[in-house]
């Protein structure tokens, strides 16, 4: 079956990386690490956890032996609550014992949890070392993986400490998502529909077609990959002045609702993905009631939504605090909230939170919260 290759240019550092997407790619890993730019005699720190190691450690292991490599591993704790400070104390104490150097090599095998916390170790060893990604859900193919942002949680909030930090070189075995839960395959869509919402059309159709069964896989996470691409490459480290259509705070459509929802749930409820379906479904609906897009728009959305799996009814949470979690909300500028919405598929805007009547986003959340 074909490999697609997307490159990433990354203006800050001048350099250029490339994503790897294919079938069967875990037995030629080492190959992959010595195409990007690791030699023989430097060493591979395998930052994983038990579930993945143990569905792909062979495979691995071996594609990278196959190339010569020695690797030493070191496994986190599953879950998203040990995305923290203690855990990446760990990392760094293994990689210090491992005496792993500036030549050596940290590569995450697993989620968005691995990969974000495997890349801020390895941003911070010897004040930096390379980094290779091999991301094994949905979610971390398309979205964690692409535009270096690492970091862990603190007890203030999700991802608040961190760096950018870009990886060598990111390498995606499609049939990892054989083995993923059904929930975190469905959490991964609603990121993937956020995608093609914001990128247009085409993409759209694509991720409907792929959930239709479709077996593009492939094309599929290359399309969607190059979307996420092309809108970091435009706005590397997310500047804070810029409202435009390829800014990269676009990619928090959806988000504003679902972190408010997660944070109103104690973030035991909802995968985030599964946020993000609800948090895409009330930002069209807004985008209607200011009249930005049509119902028919907000029908095609709510289709491909459903289409991505069932989502946990939201009966029962307090709108209340869901209202009052909105402040909390990591991307305000200036003490405002920036919406992002939709002027159509593919037409992103952010809209500051005054400008949108706070009775209309109390009244959808009192809508939403009753489903
Ligand atoms: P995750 O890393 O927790 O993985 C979900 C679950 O699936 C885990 O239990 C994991 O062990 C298991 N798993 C992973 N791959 C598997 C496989 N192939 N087969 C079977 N089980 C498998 O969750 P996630 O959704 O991948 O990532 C979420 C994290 O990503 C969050 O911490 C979020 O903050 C972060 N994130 C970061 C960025 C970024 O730009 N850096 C973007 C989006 C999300
Ligand atoms: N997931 C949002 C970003 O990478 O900017």
Redesign the pocket.
Known sequence: MKTEIVSIKTRRENSSYDITIGSGLYRSCGKWAAECGVNKNDRVAIIS?R??IS?YVEAVTAGFRAAGFKTSTFLIP???KY?NLSTLQKILDFLGKERISRTDVVVAL???????IAGFAASIHLRGIRFLQMP??L??MI??SV?G??GVNSVYG??LIGSFYQPAGVLIDTD??K???KR?LA??FCEAVKQGALSGQKLLDLTAEVLDGSPQMTQFLAAQVAFKAKVVQADERESTGRMDKLSRKILNFGHTFAHALEKATDYKYLK??EAVGYGILFAAALSKKLELISQNEVDLLDDVVRRAGRLPSLSGIDPARVIDSFKYDKKVVHDSLQWVLLKGIGKPIIVPNNQIPHSEIVKLTKEFTAK
């Open positions: 956890n579930t993945i569905l599953d879950g998203e995305k697993g989620g968005g949890v691995v990969g974000d094994t859900t979610l971390s979205d964690s535009g942002k690492t999700k991802n990892s998502l083995t993923l839960p975190e959490a991964g985030h993905g």
